[in-house]
């Protein structure tokens, strides 16, 4: 036979495969250099086009600092104070708060605990 040979262990196919691969690869970074060379950048990183009439800060919500204070953040740090504070429940002081783990505290040593001399 005067045809093509295959040497034994070549793979004609996984050759060709493996040519392909790298011509196109190639073609594709040379199409995307001249594409960013010409200055039309495309992708993820491309400035978006606004249609117009739209401001470009159109729905950018607006964002607040965490150093401000919130109906929130006062209600806990409100609870935070009775809690762990010691205080007055009324005008005529006739009714005194304790802070949670002193009440603990006499609250077991009125019962007679263990723990009532700490």
Known sequence: MAGLQEEPGVNVGLVVACTLVI????LGVW??????????????????????????DFGVLEQKQ??????RIEMAEHEH?????????????R??????WRAEQLLLAKKGGADAGR
Request: hydrophobic share 40%; glycine share 10%; proline share 15%.
């Open 31 to 56: 199409l995307l250099s001249v594409h960013i060379a010409h200055g039309r950048p495309n992708g993820p990183l491309a400035k978006p086009v606004t249609p117009a009439g739209i401001p470009p």
């Open 95 to 100: 009714s005194a708060r304790v802070p949670i």
């Open 23 to 26: 011509v196109f690869t190639m």
């Open 81 to 93: 104070a009775l809690l762990h504070g010691y205080g007055w429940n009324d005008a005529a002081h």
């Open 66 to 71: 965490f150093t401000e204070s919130s109906p």
